[in-house]
């Protein structure tokens, strides 16, 4: 989920001379058990961004008849910092 958070990051951003780091895991919420699973959807957003860091939002869903069901839910702060690690940079 930390990977997927990553990716989102850097593509709000469109900057990959940036380096984005996980700030924290704000919380993760197991909604429902991963028992036998065929099919399983990751997807995630953007969902607050302050001056150099920003929350994404990551949700695990996975195939249950007749559709899909939100099985985990996650919020990650990243934050942006200048290619030597030394200081915060703005982003979009």
Do not use: Q
């Not at 065929?38 to 957003?45: E, I």
């Not at 150099?52 to 899909?68: F, K, L, R």
């Amino acid at each position: 989920m930390d990977a997927i958070a990553a990716s989102v990051a850097y593509l709000h951003c469109n900057d990959l001379s940036l380096m984005i780091v996980t700030a924290a895991v704000d919380r993760i919420d197991i909604l429902h058990t991963f028992s036998r699973i065929s099919n399983v959807r990751v997807r995630g957003a953007v969902t607050y961004v302050g001056r150099s860091s920003m929350e994404v939002t990551v949700s695990v869903e996975i195939a249950e008849e007749p559709g899909w069901e939100l099985a985990a839910l996650a919020k990650f702060i990243m934050v942006a910092r200048s290619p030597d690690g030394t200081r915060a940079i703005p982003i979009n």
